[in-house]
Nanobody, 123 residues
């Protein structure tokens, strides 16, 4: 198992930027596919982005393509989510997750989760 701790959330105006980070501890970070998910009030948790073991491949949900960038630094056991051009509909709790498998947009494929960090975008 790997333990995940997110940070970097906050309140920002529409059009602004935030950078989320997730620090991992426990098993070797570089052996995990990493993902970011989000959950808005009264909605199901949804996929945002995923990154492969060495960062060579990424996958984004259509709603964030061109605005969000996922990256990782295996030397620092950290995965990042740079969020630009934020919109009110991006408001949610953002979760970092780790998977033993390949890139995936399915919640069920991720076995380890962080506690989440709140992102609020005002209009």
């Amino acid at each position: 198992q790997v333990q995940l701790v997110e940070s970097g959330g906050g309140l920002v105006q529409a059009g602004g930027s935030l950078r989320l980070q997730c620090v991992a501890s426990g098993r070797t970070f570089s052996s995990y596919t990493m993902g970011w998910f989000r959950q808005a009030p009264e909605k199901e948790r949804e996929f945002v982005a995923s990154i492969s073991l060495r960062g060579s491949s990424t996958w984004y949900t259509d709603a964030v393509k061109g605005r969000f960038t996922i990256s990782r630094d295996n030397a620092k056991n950290t995965v990042y989510l740079q969020m630009n051009g934020l919109k009110p509909e991006d408001t949610a709790v953002y979760y970092c997750a780790a998977s033993d498998g390949l890139l995936s947009d399915l919640v069920a494929d991720y076995g380890s989760w962080g506690q989440g960090t709140q992102v609020t975008v005002s209009s």
